[in-house]
């Protein structure tokens, strides 16, 4: 697939300022140019796990230390990356638009809403990576953006530990006991709060989403980031096409021409860095 030409670009910048109902989808890409690996491919490898295999209610009950030390490195990632150009034009975008634009993103690194995303327009389909709750099936314990770092004195990471993403540094073993713990129940082990599979997305959140969709047509929807593979997230692409919506994707990847997530004709696809072509796109 051709990156889009200049007469492209042009298309999209008129039906972009003509568009008054947009959804915007955004996916681990975004933040690709923030320094955060993404999910598949080459990056999406934690030590000798992929970060699949690592986002599961399995692997947690198998080997919480393994999970929380997952974890506890992606929030500390988290917090030291900063917003990159995507998030600001999106930020934008949003408050120029207002209730003209809704953003759902699978992301839970926190860098939108840093970016200056209005809360009341960006919807967390996975949670977030400051979000934390109790395991324990009849607690019900949870508290939203705690930012300590590390969540508890074991999972420190320090200098000289060098990058303890790769295999080649020996991985702690921790202790149960050392894993943090519900304050409330104080049996339950906590866990992120975020989304895994097989597990339900947050209802309200969903509902939201599904209002916006039937409030009436939508014009455009932005595709930033996702290998679109994930469901329910996936589907609103199409849920969107069926209102009506053109479709514009930003990605370093062509998306395979399956009929499903893939491009078709009067689509827009901006190949490259959405670091560096949504600014663009946006001007
Ligand atoms: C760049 C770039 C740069 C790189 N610039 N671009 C329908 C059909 C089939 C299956 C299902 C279905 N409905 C549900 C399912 C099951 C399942 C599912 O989808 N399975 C599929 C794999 C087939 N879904 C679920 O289980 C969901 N739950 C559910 O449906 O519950 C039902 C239920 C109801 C009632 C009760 C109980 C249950 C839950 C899905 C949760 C997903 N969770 C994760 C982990 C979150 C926590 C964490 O972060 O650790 O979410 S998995 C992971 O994938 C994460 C991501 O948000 C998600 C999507 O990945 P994303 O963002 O697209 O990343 P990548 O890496 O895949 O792609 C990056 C893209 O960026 C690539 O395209 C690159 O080319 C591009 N890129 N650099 C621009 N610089």
Redesign the pocket.
């Known amino acids: 697939t051709p990156p889009t030409s200049s007469a492209d670009i042009t298309s999209f910048t008129h039906h972009l300022a003509a568009s008054s109902r947009i959804l915007v989808l955004?996916?681990?890409?975004?933040s690709?140019?923030s320094g955060l690996?993404?999910?598949?491919?080459a990056?999406?490898y934690w030590r000798t796990h992929s970060?699949?295999e690592?986002?599961t209610y399995d692997a947690f009950t198998t080997s919480p230390d393994l999970v929380w030390q997952?974890?506890n490195y992606?929030r500390h990632m988290a917090l030291r990356a900063v917003p990159n150009g995507?998030h600001y034009a999106l930020a934008e975008l949003a408050r120029k638009k207002g209730r003209g634009c809704l953003t759902i993103?699978?992301?839970?690194?926190g860098l939108s809403q840093r970016a200056g995303h209005p809360a009341s327009r960006l919807e967390l389909?996975?949670?977030g990576?400051f979000d934390i709750k109790c395991s324990g099936f009849d607690c019900g314990y949870e508290q939203q953006d705690v930012r300590t770092d590390p969540i508890v004195p074991a999972l420190e990471i320090k200098d000289g530990d060098g990058d303890i993403s790769s295999a080649q540094i020996p991985l702690r073993e921790i202790a149960e006991r050392d894993l943090p713990h519900c304050p409330r129940c104080k049996t339950g082990l906590l866990r992120?709060g975020?989304?895994?599979?097989?597990?339900?997305?947050p209802e309200a959140t969903l509902d939201r989403v599904e209002n916006y969709m039937l409030e009436g047509p939508i014009d455009l929807i932005i595709v930033?980031?996702?290998?679109?593979?994930?469901?329910?997230?996936?589907?609103y692409i199409e849920k969107a096409r069926a209102r009506g919506a053109r479709v514009a994707v930003?990605?370093?990847?062509a998306?395979e021409r399956d009929g499903g997530s893939g491009l078709r004709r009067g689509d827009w696809f901006f190949m490259?860095?959405?670091?560096?072509?949504m600014p663009r796109a946006f001007e």
């Open positions: 955004c996916g681990a890409g975004l690709a140019a690996p993404t999910f598949r491919g990056g999406g970060a699949m690592l986002a997952f974890y992606r995507a993103t699978q992301n839970v690194d389909l996975h949670g990576l992120p975020v989304v895994w599979f097989g597990e339900a997305l930033v980031g996702t290998s679109a593979t994930v469901y329910p997230a996936a589907g930003f990605n370093t990847e998306p490259g860095d959405a670091g560096v072509e």
